[in-house]
């Protein structure tokens, strides 16, 4: 083991960062054994220097000053531990340009920003290491980038965000609406007051983009595919699916389809005692598919202190010992020449659980069939439980839910149909759409 000790800096000493500090202040030797050399905490930069925050830091390392990193030619490597994109990318470009190698978590700066990132890094012989930006503790990132690096990854099955995952679990096993479990959420810490990056399925697409860009070498833009959240999710919907041998879980998706790229992020049906399906609470999981491994499956916390903190760690100790150095230096994330086309949203084929508000009256449900007939979809189940509400006073009939389950069929095939039955008096808007994993 080497005797000269590693300088390293935090910058953004939040609920990460905090761990981060804690693990490198408390376990010393673990990190020199495994890292061969020490590693010593030299900077941390603050927003509050007298703010708590569960470690016992060394005096003179804490700095509102950011600038004081950037110029300390002894910091060799930089954890980047703020949020956002401004001024989260300057501050990285700093960081790079003063000749420091960077681990971050940031994957919003990522998904945006992270082709001039890495581009940048790579023309001055640094590194970015980013494993926790996805799925927080599960090494999805040195499992896509290295470890099934003779693979062509053909698809990935997700789910991403814990947050989701939690809430879906207390609508599904508690039977509390969306609203009840948000809030639960909220109250054990999973879910921010603002969740809206969590919910309307932003922080899954975010991630879903960057292990796209590592698995198929395509940097797809947040607005190219179809992105839904679970905010608009009803609970009837996951009663539904219970009684039809599904679980909802909020999917990311992105495989190979006929040499073409399918991508989304949806509320999906997943059936009862698959893996996906008995993922519960706050935890994240990833399906994965090589053409020469077959699928891998890999689970874990995707959130929280020690689990990101884990992750974090984990690059710092392979950015020390040079492995991340001859990972980045290879890795083909950004392609001028993608060699995958995004399929078209309208090719996407899927079966789809759909979910009316009907008039309770004869020739109600014919009408629907007839036009899902005549837009080629072919129905494979129905459920309409009796009226449990009284008929309305304006034309004397009953608002009943109808759900259907749909054979195999096209998005665009879908759409028109639902152009067709907004139109009819007897369908009550809004209906609900869901796809069914296979």
Avoid at 96 to 116: F, I, Q, R, W, Y
Avoid at 381 to 403: C, M
């Amino acid at each position: 083991m080497s005797d000269s000790a590693v300088q390293v800096a935090i910058v953004g000493m939040g609920t990460v960062g905090s761990g981060v500090a804690r693990v490198l202040l408390q376990h010393p030797e673990r990190i020199a054994r495994r890292a061969g050399r020490p590693v010593r905490l030299k900077r941390a930069v603050v927003r509050d220097l007298e703010k708590l925050r569960g470690v016992d830091v060394p005096a003179g390392v804490l700095t509102t000053d950011v600038a004081e990193v950037v110029k300390d030619r002894d910091v060799q490597v930089a954890i980047h531990l703020i949020g956002g994109i401004h001024p989260a990318r300057e501050i990285l470009l700093d960081l790079l340009e003063s000749g420091k190698d960077v681990v971050t978590a940031n994957k919003a700066l990522l998904c945006e920003h992270g082709e001039e990132l890495f581009a940048r890094a790579k023309s001055l012989g640094r590194t970015i290491a980013f494993e926790a930006a996805v799925a927080g503790g599960i090494p999805i990132i040195a499992a896509v980038g290295q470890c099934m690096a003779a693979n062509q990854i053909t698809a990935i099955s997700a789910i991403l965000n814990g947050t989701t995952n939690y809430i879906l679990t207390q609508m599904i096993r508690e039977n509390r609406t969306y609203a009840e479990a948000l809030k639960s959420a909220q109250q054990l810490g999973y879910a921010e007051a603002d969740p809206t990056f969590d919910v309307d399925g932003t922080d899954a697409a975010q991630k879903l983009v960057i292990l796209t860009q590592l698995a198929f070498g395509v940097r797809v833009p947040l607005e190219a595919f179809p992105r839904r959240g679970i905010d608009r999710l009803e609970l009837a919907d996951a009663r539904y699916a219970a009684e039809l041998g599904y679980t909802v879980k909020l999917l990311a998706v992105s495989k190979l389809v006929g040499g073409q790229l399918e991508m989304h992020v949806l509320p999906t049906l997943v059936r009862h005692h698959t893996p996906l399906a008995e993922v519960h609470g706050a935890f994240n999981a990833i399906s994965l598919t090589g053409d020469v491994v077959g699928e891998t499956w890999y689970s874990g916390s995707g959130a929280g202190q020690l689990p990101t903190a884990s992750a974090v760690l984990g690059d710092l100790i392979d950015t020390v010992v040079g492995r991340a150095r001859l990972t980045f230096q290879h890795l083909e994330i950004w392609n001028d020449t993608p060699p995958f086309a995004l399929q078209p949203n309208d090719k996407v084929v899927s079966r789809y659980y759909l979910r009316f508000h009907v008039e309770d009256r004869p020739g109600v449900l014919a009408d629907i069939t007839a036009i899902l007939g005549r837009n080629q979809i072919s129905i494979a189940s129905v459920i309409q439980h009796e009226a449990t509400q009284p008929a309305s006073a304006g034309n004397g009939h009953a608002i009943v839910p109808l759900v259907i389950m749909t054979h195999r069929t096209t998005e665009g095939h879908l759409q028109s149909a639902e152009t067709e039955l907004r139109k009819l008096s007897s369908v009550k808007q809004p209906s609900v759409r869901m796809p069914v994993a296979d």
